[in-house]
T-cell receptor, first 114, second 112 residues
């Protein structure tokens, strides 16, 4: 089973709202990631968690706040977003953060900021 | 800086018409080259990992190969359900943790 589950599938939020995206995996993976993907563009890395600790922040604006409560869960808290933040947000996991290990992606959350 | 270039940008095939997708890469110390398939509005689906030049992997109608500068995804006798965007990604020594650098993908359309 290589399933990464993301909720919600779709989210529409206003620029003053606070919302959260959730991601869950039960594969025993110890590395989890958030990617952002705009239409017809490749995924771009936002954050990496390794053993529940933030190890990479790709200079993401503070209106995006990641959280890893335990080894199976990953959240992305959203606040005061801009319309240009509308995108497909992808969660992924891998068995570890060692080099050369493949990442498995969830189906994504389609976010629209109005 | 690690870079990935995929060609063609889009490819239209008739069902049964075999072809190849190209992924050219520049990376400092390749640690892995990954192929993913992505359907519209969905997350990428993992297909293959290649680690060293000369390596080949197969899955149903797909075969991935790797040289020191590029990778090919060969599609044999494709079917309409193979229509998707195929993404290539690399991980190099300099990227440390699991940071994938993606190409812009090839959009494949297979007509019946």
């Amino acid at each position: 089973d290589t399933e990464v589950t993301q909720t919600p599938k779709h989210l529409v939020m206003g620029m003053t709202n606070k919302k959260s995206l959730k991601c869950e995996q039960h594969m025993g993976h110890r590395a989890m990631y958030w990617y952002k993907q705009k239409a017809k563009k490749p995924p771009e890395l936002m954050f990496v968690y390794s053993y529940e600790k933030l190890s990479i922040n790709e200079s993401v604006p503070s209106r995006f706040s990641p959280e890893c409560p335990n080894s199976s869960l990953l959240n992305l808290h959203l606040h005061a977003l801009q319309p240009e933040d509308s995108a497909l947000y992808l969660c992924a996991s891998s068995i570890r953060t060692g080099l050369g290990t493949e990442a498995f992606f969830g189906q994504g959350t389609r976010l629209t900021v109005v | 800086e690690d870079q990935v270039t995929q060609s063609p940008e889009a490819l239209r095939l008739q069902e049964g018409e075999s072809s190849s997708l190209n992924c050219s890469y520049t990376v400092s110390g390749l640690r892995g080259l990954f192929w993913y398939r992505q359907d519209p509005g969905k997350g990428p689906e993992f297909l293959f990992t290649l680690y060293s030049a000369g390596e080949e992997k197969e899955k149903e109608r797909l075969k991935a190969t790797l040289t020191k500068k590029e990778s090919f995804l060969h599609i044999t006798a494709p079917k309409p359900e193979d229509s998707a965007t195929y993404l290539c990604a690399v991980q190099g020594m300099n990227t440390g943790f699991q940071k994938l650098v993606f190409g812009t993908g090839t959009r494949l359309l297979v007509s019946p």
